[in-house]
């Protein structure tokens, strides 16, 4: 009871500190909502109104539908219909169209004739990323015209039915995010990211600001034992950083209609083991640097980077060289990025997840640990 007592008397203390700097708790608050909001819409997976120029060297009904296939996807709009081939390359010259159509002479005939008719694009690949996913529409669009096309000519072969058509038919289905929006993807992963990147930086500045300030000494020459001063200092921000990760949530799915197809008392709870690793991080940054300064480079050197480059939110860790895969795995970022797509779009369970929030768990209890160790060093 005794610990407990001294426990809470420095989490009273830690959290009259922070109200009375509204403006940094505000900014604690309010910045990961409109982090979130702006990174959603900025960072997307989707490549839409793509610039497309067509050349129709046919002017067939055939290739008018196949041109018009593009459009229809919603993922191009066209710029402008050419004339020449020369035309064609002014505007990929100028970056005024992303990729040109080429439709030549004969394809409705060598359609007629039951040949494979060739038509060709081009596509701007200064800027890789889009050249690969447009390339992958206008691939898609391609199947879909020409499996439309053999089922035309199967019917014909059938006497004009469509039994024939009917017998072989390609049904792809996508799983856990049928409508392949990017938002459900996003969001989830930005709930690690987030957290990861905030609630370190407020805890990195609790104990340097007491060394500062001089106030560490009546620390030293008082009865409160190393880690009940600093648990004490760890509880009132990890409060605020659960406090944003609900934000985080409501936001998520109001705003962009991400879902939560798995438990989301499951989600809190490993949330809140999560935010507890996080806080663990900037509470041992804050316990081996000696001015705010360093503590705050420290903290995004060892979290900013990590979450951003190194958690699976925007590159598969699995594709990156096996040095840098034991290097991101040295963070918490990428077992609770697991986790929150795990449960908000598979809809999975402890049973699938016990690995992380285990790894989770540990690796919170080891930064106390660590951070214990360190400040009674310090006292020594």
């Known amino acids: 009871m005794a610990s407990l007592r001294r426990l809470l008397a420095v989490a009273r203390k830690e959290t009259r500190e922070i109200l009375r700097d509204p403006i940094t708790l505000g900014i604690a608050i309010v910045l990961p909502v409109l982090m979130m909001i ?7 997976l989707d490549v839409r109104a793509i610039r497309l120029a067509v050349l129709d060297e046919d002017g067939s009904r055939e290739s008018r539908e196949f041109a018009a296939g593009f459009l229809q996807s919603g993922y191009f709009r066209l710029h402008r219909v050419v004339r020449s081939l020369g035309e064609v390359e002014r505007l990929l010259d100028g970056g005024a169209v992303r990729v040109a159509l080429v439709i030549p002479a004969g394809f409705a005939r060598d359609l007629g004739q039951g040949l494979s008719a060739q038509v060709q694009t081009l596509l701007d690949g200064s800027f890789a990323n889009t050249a690969i ?10 199947e879909t015209y020409a499996r439309r096309v053999q089922e035309r000519r199967l019917a014909v072969r059938a006497g004009g039915t469509r039994e024939a058509a009917a017998a072989v038919r390609l049904e792809p289905r996508v799983r856990y995010n049928p409508g392949l929006r990017s938002e459900y993807f996003v969001v989830p992963g930005l709930f690690a990211v987030i957290l990861m990147a905030f609630p370190p930086l407020l805890t990195a500045l609790a104990v340097v600001r007491e060394r500062e300030r001089g106030s560490m000494l009546q620390i030293y020459v008082s009865p409160v034992r190393p880690w009940e001063f ?3 200092k760890l509880l009132p921000y990890a409060g605020i950083a659960f406090l944003e990760m609900l934000l985080l949530l409501v936001v ?10 798995g438990s989301l008392a499951l989600l809190l709870g490993l949330s809140l083991v999560y935010v507890l690793c996080t806080v663990g991080i900037g509470l041992l940054i804050s316990t081996v640097t000696r001015t705010q ?3 705050l480079l420290l903290s995004i050197v060892l ?13 598969p860790i699995a594709s990156m060289p096996a040095a840098f895969q034991w290097y991101a795995y040295l963070f918490p970022a990428p077992y609770f990025l697991e986790i929150a ?8 369970g402890l049973g699938r997840l016990w690995p992380e929030a285990a790894i989770l768990l540990a690796y919170g ?7 214990s160790l360190m400040f009674r060093k310090k006292i020594g």
């Open 230 to 232: 600093l648990v004490g």
């Open 303 to 315: 979290t900013l980077m990590p979450a951003f480059l190194f958690s699976g939110f925007l590159f």
């Open 341 to 348: 797509r795990g449960i908000s779009l598979k809809g999975v």
């Open 365 to 371: 209890a080891a930064l106390l640990a660590a951070a």
């Open 252 to 261: 998520g799915r109001l705003w962009f209609g991400a879902p939560v197809r």
């Open 38 to 44: 702006l990174f959603a819409y900025a960072i997307t």
């Open 133 to 142: 996913i447009a390339l992958n529409y206008v691939d898609a669009i391609t």
């Open 293 to 295: 300064v360093v503590a």
